[in-house]
């Protein structure tokens, strides 16, 4: 505990010390009257006219955070300043000196050469990264959060990024605050600024004016910032500051350092450190053997700097962002926007997919379908009753209060509306489960009329109304209320009860403690049917080894309805009171065997995904409420719609921009085969730098001269990254998609171990050979025997690509994509072109004979052979391939 409120005071002292400037005008505010800070602010109660707010976003901007944007100059100084190309420069000013300065016939064709490498290296990742952070913008536009302002004198939806400071805004449980405001009204409105703070406790808001002029500014009761959410309740709100002049992004700087990384980013990392390792370990022993044998130590040093530059794939963050982004825009297509490139490769590897029923398992068009007394009989005073509820309450108004307004509105029960007014309510929240609103009839009577789920109204309530009569709420009363409910909840309806109380305190405000002693007088019925495309969607996950389950606030008959109706077991079925009951261990063990969870509080959500994810398992949570936003946030891969709270989506990784699973299930299908390009390309790239390190120590020990030289050894790495461009674009095994896809560093390094000798044996057997049969075993004849080597590791790396690409036989089982089939082939079509033609001398190489064209071509087909042999051994073992 003394850490947390450590952390919470160090982060609040450094969040405050970036921040004075807005701090201190933000802090005026709280100390001034509403009229004052209105008039400050040259607006009025009833909002900006559109003219004013149009001329206020040209003064002020629009309301975003623009910090750590970056630049084309900035990605272009990305792409040419980086550990290759600077090793390529440094090479390049050595050739400067030994073939032009101290050389008497200067040769710049080398020098030209390294240039070219530089050129296109840096070309290409430059026009990568601007691919890719254009794809990532043009996704972050499909989706946008609203907020409600006054503008003209009408409450009207603009877009969060149109909000001006002046701006009139209204809020309820959901909302994200879109600037930094000072509070007008509130009702109950609780305010979740963890973002902000690091404390996880909601902070209530009130409009007065504060007198603690000690209090830190995110202690003010009356002031709201960017970045915090309503939890519950309702206000309204005067715009103070937007974008970077709003607290939260005066500190994005130092808040924006706090994300953890995803278990995409950790095993990156990893096979960083992996390769590191092995360079780290491996060049000294290399410059040290190649400068005792050869005697040359700038010449060892130079070719012990190019092999640790060979070592290391620095085309490595230029296949990760183009595979991920060319993902991202792939799943777009299926209807799935990616927030988070990070999260494509969590999607992939999901095999737990929590979600609420409503919406995804059903057609999320609730309709009324009953309105009745406890004993099940129609009854339109119910109706009325629920009408008055739903009406005049000034929250969030959800599809349920929708279809009883449009229900009335069809029996032309709105008219009674005008006989009462709107005198205070006490909003929905997810503990309580129900809503109430007072009211004033024309003869100044109040009412207070409550809406919930039934437990929790039935437990407020100690009379019940049956046959016109008000009774004690006893246990036959209460048999029959709960025969009535039970009878028409298993029938798939969802139920809600509706209670009165006419003794109401005729002044004062009204809280939670009015809730008290209601008559319970009846139900409402609403039927939201299952969609036609569920259950062809759950089964399409299971075959994808993802497994369902249903985590909903819900009633039990409701959820079981739905349930066996889209083929999800119902053989088991847990509430939030059976989960409260349960401790840690036994709520793991029943996991297994329970795919439905019913009358989940959002703490209960967030306790379930969570225990899956201790069992093991990468748990995707897909929701779209407010209750949604604990477990989306917990996660592994938080998922959410377009049309969900602000809340839900600003906590998502991931957004469908239709609500069904079906296109979940593409989107699956695209994050592992993006997954899998990834993967393809670095166990070539571990594997093959393995086998490269034994190569250059045997060729060290055993040749009188370098194997290659430095500009020879950087132009193969280069050709071998440019061969594997394609690898994005690359088509996908079927069988590989059909079940979740872990990161797994080990298997990495298995496949390395596997694979990596193999390549040197055949590196070796191309050493005997031109050795022996080409004869190139002299100092004099050194640049002959480079050429043969970079001919064959070059073509050897490259033709492989097509072995390890496909767990099955490559181009007749398995074909490769057209993008990869082409850089392919015309990077092996440029290794054959230079080592047998004259652009060999460029690279300090000889031409190499035509008689060495059979010996290439055996020795080419028996690794490939090989490769194709040892890859079902290793499945065999192994029991998987990439």
């Known amino acids: 505990m003394i850490t947390m409120k450590f952390l919470f005071g160090y982060r609040r002292r450094e969040l405050q010390k970036n921040s004075l400037g807005t701090e201190a005008e933000l802090r005026s505010f709280a100390f001034q009257t509403i009229e004052n800070v209105v008039s400050h602010l040259s607006t009025t109660l009833e909002g900006l006219s559109l003219h004013e707010a149009r001329d206020r976003l040209d003064r002020y901007g629009k309301n975003v955070i623009t910090t750590k944007k970056r630049t084309s100059l900035h990605r272009l100084k990305e792409a040419v300043i980086n550990p290759f190309n600077v090793i390529l420069m440094l090479v390049a000013v050595v050739t400067y000196f030994t073939d032009v300065v101290a050389s008497s016939k200067p040769d710049y064709l080398t020098i030209g050469i390294i240039l070219t490498l530089v050129s296109v290296s840096s070309l290409v990742s430059f026009v990568q990264s601007q691919r890719s952070d254009a794809a990532a913008e043009k996704l972050s536009r499909m989706i946008s959060n609203e907020a409600d302002v006054w503008r003209g004198g009408e409450l009207v939806s603009i877009t969060m990024e149109e909000v001006v400071p002046g701006d009139i805004v209204r809020l309820s449980a959901g909302d994200m605050l879109p600037a930094d405001v000072r509070f007008l009204t509130t009702k109950d409105t609780f305010i979740d600024q963890a973002a902000l703070t690091g404390e996880s406790n909601p902070v209530e808001k009130f409009s007065k004016m504060q007198d603690d002029p000690d209090a830190a500014l995110t202690d003010l009761q009356n002031l709201g910032f960017m970045g915090s959410n309503i939890v519950s309740g309702t206000a309204t709100a005067l ?235 006893d246990e036959e009363a209460r048999r029959i209320a709960l025969a009535t409910y039970h009878r028409h909840n298993s029938e798939g309806l969802r139920i ?256 390395m171990v596997f694979f990596g000798p193999l390549s040197s044996v055949f590196d070796i057997l191309c050493f005997a050979i031109l050795w022996w049969v080409v004869k190139a075993n002299t100092l004099e004849l050194a640049p002959l025997f480079q050429s043969g080597w970079f001919v064959f590791g070059t073509v050897s790396q490259v033709l492989v690509i097509h072995i390890i690409r496909t767990a099955r036989v490559p181009f007749l089982q398995s074909r490769a994509s057209l993008p990869l089939l082409f850089s392919t082939s015309v990077v092996a079509a440029l290794a054959l072109v230079v080592s047998f033609g004259d652009f060999a001398i460029g690279l300090d190489m000889m031409r190499l004979p035509f008689s060495f064209v059979p010996w290439l071509a055996a020795i080419l087909a028996g690794y490939l052979l090989c490769i194709q042999l040892v890859k079902g051994k290793y499945q065999r073992r192994y029991g998987e391939w990439i």
């Open 239 to 473: 715009v103070l500051a937007t974008g970077n002049h709003t607290y939260f992004g005066s500190m994005a700087k130092t808040l924006s350092g706090d994300r953890a990384k995803t278990s995409f980013e950790r095993g990156a990392d990893s096979v960083s450190r992996l390769l590191v390792r092995m360079m780290v370990m491996i060049i000294p022993f290399v410059l040290l053997i190649n400068g005792l044998t050869k005697g040359d130590w700038v010449s060892a040093f130079l070719f012990t700097t190019s092999v640790a530059v060979g070592l290391t794939p620095e085309m490595l963050p230029v296949i990760l962002t183009s595979t991920l982004a060319r993902g991202a825009v792939s799943m777009s297509k299926h209807q799935v926007i990616v927030r988070t490139l990070g999260a494509i490769q969590a999607f992939g590897e999901m095999d737990i997919l929590c979600t609420d029923k409503t919406g995804t398992l059903t057609e999320d068009t609730i309709a009324l379908e009953k309105y009745m007394n406890l004993h099940g009989e129609y009854d339109t005073r119910i109706l009325r009753y629920a009408y008055l509820n739903s009406y005049f309450q000034t929250g969030l108004k959800n599809q349920i209060d929708i279809a009883i307004i449009n229900r009335a509105e069809e029996y032309g029960i709105q008219e009674i509306r005008s006989g009462y007014r709107h005198i205070d309510e006490i909003p929905f929240d997810f503990s309580r489960r129900r809503m109430s609103v007072v009211l004033q009839l024309a003869d100044g009577k109040r009412q207070l009329i409550t809406k919930g789920a039934v437990e929790e109204v039935m437990d407020i309530s100690t009379c019940m109304e049956i046959e016109g009569r008000v009774v004690p709420m």
């Open 496 to 751: 809600l009860a509706v209670a009165r109380k006419n003794d109401v305190p005729s002044s004062g405000t009204f809280s939670l403690a009015d809730e008290q002693g209601m008559v319970l007088i009846g139900f409402v019925g609403f039927l939201d049917p299952p969609k036609e495309s569920a259950r062809a969607a759950i089964t399409a996950l299971d075959r994808h080894g993802v497994r369902t389950v249903v985590l909903t606030g819900d009633s039990e008959g409701v959820t079981l309805a739905v349930s066996s109706k889209v083929g999800i077991s119902t053989t088991r079925l847990l509430t939030g009171r059976d989960i409260d009951r349960m401790d840690d261990e036994e709520l793991q063990a029943a996991l297994p065997t329970c795919d439905l969870y019913a009358k989940l509080s959002p703490s209960q959500k967030e306790r379930v995904v969570k225990a899956f994810q201790t069992a093991g398992h990468t748990v995707g949570y897909l929701g779209d409420g407010i209750n949604d936003a604990l477990a989306l946030r917990q996660a592994d891969v938080g998922i959410s719609v377009d049309s969900a709270v602000d809340i839900a989506k600003e906590t998502a990784d991931i957004i469908l921009l239709k609500k069904d699973l079906m296109v979940l299930e593409e989107g699956v299908i695209e994050g592992r085969r993006t997954f899998g390009n990834i993967m393809k390309y670095l166990q070539m790239a571990v594997s093959g730098n393995l086998g490269n390190i034994i190569s250059v120590i045997a060729a060290s020990i055993l040749l009188p001269f370098l194997p290659m030289l430095p500009v020879q050894i950087l132009t193969q790495n280069l050709l071998c990254d440019f061969s594997q461009m394609g690898m994005p674009f690359d088509n996908v095994d079927n069988e590989y998609i059909q079940k979740p896809r872990k990161w797994d560093t080990n298997s990495i390094k298995s496949f």
